[in-house]
């Protein structure tokens, strides 16, 4: 049958909910979140001589809920505006309401009496063929949906979503006893096409998949790190970037989420898995018991692993428990792996340290790959889930299966064996049956070893999108050590950006040259797309700063030169260019996006023109961009220098988007051009969808503009009185002021006398005299040398 999801019900409001209704209206759905009536009146209330009768009082916690979530950094809305898709109601007056509702889902306090009671009530306003989910992280589905009806049963499964909703990609699917097919392959595909998330179905196991792998391994260090005497600072060190996990490594994130909620689910394991070969180390060490009792939870209680005391940052001693100074952490077994950009290249090397470190690598990777053998079939009979779980609840770069074929099968064992430890039977059925890995890639496509037919089968799915790791070297038509060139099919090239950080330099702009060339002579068209963390972070302004130090101005001239004249044949090439920005996409990474025929970005797109940050403008045609923009919405009677004021404050405040959403308002990106796509694995399929329509529809190369409205000396004027007033009141520094009259010269288009068009190239000439002056100003050097040895920016 078809479905279609129009309003969701969301019950219960607190953290979990609100987070999910939040998502929810980000993807244009309508809300109703509901939760309980309070049962006293406030001091406050009192005081108004309110009763709980007052509407107001009634909705008071569900209304508090949501304020407390929109008000949360990070944000959990995409755009403050999407918040009104969402009304509010109680569970006492308005549940009658769902009756209108496609989909109903239970988020409410974890204990089965109560959500058994919930459902109870549900089920007398719910109208057949409705889904109905909850959000466990760990009750048994099984026992949720006892008593209630077969139609109620047919849709009701578990959705565990994880917090925070909007950024945690893993949607947990678990079917009920009688869930039925049809919904599963609806939850499945809806998960990922429309909210944007990897989606698993697992099976009705405790924690089900992602919380059992995540606490097993956390328990694990919690008794390693007594076992081989380690600091939290030395463990957050080898548990963090260097093995593709998240900056916050063990420890910081332990904080962050709060102890007590791991503990929650740690003991729930202990209780629910008697079974398991690892059941011991659910156990809670004692220095977590006395943490637990000293209410030393994490950031919520102020104190947790790590407590911080005026700006010092202490650490927990956890054979003390004393807090102290923290103290750096350092390994010769993480220099060995300096010059390796992947993790997932670097595991080979981790585990053969003759360090501390090398140790800890060898036991915990080998309890690691122990244990997830060992859950093969129980939690799921395909190990790709585990992968894909442990990266989008988890934030891992690489799965412990990808961990384990990176480290090699056989070492695994090796590893596993020296600790003691066994792997599951079918790990060597699949060696001797002459499988050496768990994945392998034909044709562009991920295949698994198959637990059952013990074979490699195709991972379901990937046919929406293209992994651009599966093509890289197969479809590679061109590269060069800063980018690649590859054959998308269909007569569709992708340009992948593969410097550090995808900045860009020379290698950078030679491929994007090349890529067009290669396109306009035997292709359609090209996306510009990569699937790292950050589409790129902007110019190599390591190289700026070596020329500007040197003197070397003309070189830097015609670098800044030979960067506007590719941004322009980005946008006047004779095929359609189509940009993919994800993450953050920052100056450079920004204009190129500015000079597209569209853009395609994921929802996660934080994007911006933050030169000013650097001491300069921006110099690749992003200052002449956002000068023509507000050209464009000139209109009869507009205060034109409002409308021009906007973009030059976009620039000189360096405003960055939190969502692609935002960037429509900055006006970085342009409504009824660009588009929005939530689920980033789908975004190159998307970009280069939008590329072949260009070119069907007939792409015609645009004519190079010569009708620029510059309001000149009037806009000067009133910017510069601005940036005076600005400094008188210590708002801005002097430099900050100098950096401001610079773009505000490009932007007014000069000190002509009077508003005047001009063409682009006039503007991108001024735009470079700008940027190459403000690069011979000592506090411009400062800045830069700032941002490349501390990686923030200075205020001079």
């Given at each position: 049958m078809k479905r279609i999801i129009k309003k969701v019900a969301v019950v219960g409001s607190?953290?979990?909910?609100?987070?999910?209704?939040?998502?929810?209206?980000?993807?244009?759905?309508?809300?109703?979140l509901l939760d309980i009536v309070p049962r006293e009146l406030t001091e406050i209330e009192t005081k108004k001589g309110l009763t709980l009768e007052n509407k107001m009082v009634r909705n008071r916690i569900v209304n508090d809920h949501l304020a407390n979530a929109l008000k949360s950094k990070p944000s959990p809305i995409y755009h403050e505006k999407f918040a009104s898709r969402i009304t509010t109601g109680n569970t006492t007056d308005d549940l009658h309401k769902i009756a209108d509702c496609?989909?109903?889902?239970?988020?409410?306090?974890?204990?089965?009496?109560?959500?058994?009671?919930?459902?109870?009530?549900?089920?007398?306003?719910?109208?057949?063929?409705?889904?109905?989910?909850?959000?466990?992280?760990?009750?048994?589905?099984?026992?949720?949906?006892?008593?209630?009806s077969e139609d109620f049963q047919q849709h009701f499964c578990g959705t565990h979503f994880f917090n925070p909703a909007r950024y945690l990609k893993l949607f947990e699917i678990i079917p009920g006893p009688k869930t039925s097919t049809e919904v599963l392959d609806f939850l499945n595909n809806y998960g990922e096409k429309f909210l944007g998330k990897t989606s698993v179905v697992a099976k009705d196991t405790p924690a089900f998949i992602g919380n059992r792998i995540g606490i097993f391994g956390i328990q694990s260090l919690f008794h390693l790190v007594k076992e081989m005497d380690l600091t939290i600072e030395e463990v957050d060190k080898l548990t963090g970037p260097v093995i593709g996990r998240p900056k916050s490594a063990t420890f910081r994130t332990v904080d962050v989420v709060g102890l007590d909620?791991?503990?929650?689910?740690?003991?729930?394991?202990?209780?629910?898995?008697?079974?398991?070969?690892?059941?011991?180390?659910?156990?809670?060490?004692?220095?977590?018991?006395?943490m637990l009792e000293n209410k030393w939870l994490g950031s919520k209680t102020g104190q947790g692993f790590y407590k911080k005391e005026g700006k010092e940052i202490l650490s927990l001693d956890l054979n003390t428990l004393e807090y102290r100074a923290a103290k750096k952490a350092s390994f010769a077994t993480l220099e060995l792996t300096k010059t390796i950009d992947k993790p997932i290249d670097r595991f080979k090397v981790l585990v053969k340290g003759k360090d501390k470190?090398?140790?800890?690598?060898?036991?915990?990777?080998?309890?690691?790959?122990?244990?997830?053998?060992?859950?093969?079939?129980?939690?799921?009979?395909?190990?790709?889930?585990i992968d894909d779980a442990m990266k989008a609840g988890f934030g891992w770069e690489n799965g412990p299966f990808e961990i384990w074929d990176a480290v090699g099968v056989e070492k695994g064992i090796e590893l596993l064996k020296s600790e003691g430890l066994s792997n599951a039977k079918w790990v060597d059925d699949m060696l001797s049956s002459g499988n050496k890995s768990f994945y392998t890639i034909k044709e562009g496509a991920s295949y698994y070893y198959d637990v059952n037919s013990k074979s490699q089968n195709k991972i379901p799915g990937q046919d929406s999108f293209i992994i651009l790791n599966n093509i890289r070297e197969s479809k590679k038509v061109w590269s060069n050590s800063g980018a690649i060139v590859q054959d998308l099919g269909d007569g569709i090239l992708n340009l992948e950006f593969r410097s550090k950080m995808n900045t860009i330099g020379g290698d950078v702009l030679q491929g994007?040259?090349?890529?067009?060339?290669?396109?306009?002579?035997?292709?359609?068209?090209?996306?510009?797309?990569?699937?790292?963390?950050?589409?790129?972070?902007?110019?190599?302004?390591?190289?700026?700063?070596?020329?500007?130090?040197?003197?070397?101005?003309?070189?830097?001239?015609?670098?800044?030169?030979?960067?506007?004249?590719?941004?322009?044949?980005?946008r006047y090439s004779s095929i359609p260019v189509v940009v993919a920005p994800h993450g953050m996409t920052l100056g450079g990474g920004c204009e190129m996006s500015l000079h597209a025929d569209k853009v395609v970005a994921a929802a996660e797109t934080y994007i911006g023109l933050v030169e000013f940050g650097v001491g300069v403008i921006p110099g690749g045609g992003g200052s002449k961009e956002m000068a023509l923009r507000a050209s464009d919405l000139f209109h009869k009677n507009d205060v034109e220098l409002n409308v021009l004021q906007e973009y030059f404050l976009t620039v000189a405040m360096a405003k960055v988007s939190t969502s692609a959403y935002e960037a429509f308002d900055t006006g970085i990106l342009q409504h009824g051009k660009d588009i929005v796509v939530v689920n980033k694995d789908r975004q190159i399929a998307e970009a280069k969808k939008h590329a072949l329509i260009m070119a069907e529809a007939g792409y015609t190369q645009p004519i190079k503009r010569k009708d620029v409205k510059v309001l000149g000396k009037q806009a000067l004027g009133m910017f510069m009185v601005g940036t005076d007033q600005m400094e008188a009141g210590s708002y801005i520094s002097d430099h900050d002021k100098q950096i401001a009259n610079k773009l505000a010269y490009v932007m007014a288009g000069g000190d002509l006398s009077e508003p005047?068009?001009?063409?682009?190239?006039?503007?991108?000439?001024i735009e470079r005299e700008a940027f190459l002056s403000l690069c011979t100003e000592r506090k411009t050097l400062e800045r830069i040398q700032f941002m490349l040895t501390k990686g923030k920016p200075l205020r001079n």
């Open positions: 607190g953290i979990m909910g609100s987070g999910i209704a939040c998502h929810f209206a980000n993807i244009g759905v309508e809300v109703l496609d989909w109903i889902i239970e988020v409410v306090v974890e204990r089965l009496d109560i959500k058994k009671q919930v459902f109870e009530q549900i089920e007398k306003h719910r109208k057949p063929g409705t889904l109905i989910t909850s959000n466990t992280s760990g009750i048994p589905i099984h026992f949720m949906s006892e008593g209630r909620t791991l503990v929650h689910v740690a003991n729930g394991l202990y209780e629910g898995v008697p079974e398991d070969e690892a059941h011991d180390l659910f156990k809670l060490p004692d220095f977590i018991t006395k470190a090398g140790e800890f690598y060898r036991k915990s990777f080998g309890a690691m790959f122990a244990y997830v053998s060992n859950r093969v079939p129980e939690i799921t009979d395909d190990l790709y889930k994007i040259n090349k890529a067009i060339e290669l396109a306009e002579k035997d292709f359609q068209g090209l996306v510009i797309g990569n699937q790292a963390a950050n589409f790129s972070v902007g110019a190599n302004i390591g190289m700026i700063f070596m020329m500007a130090v040197e003197q070397e101005y003309d070189e830097l001239n015609m670098a800044i030169k030979l960067f506007q004249d590719t941004m322009m044949r980005v005047t068009f001009v063409t682009e190239q006039y503007l991108l000439d």
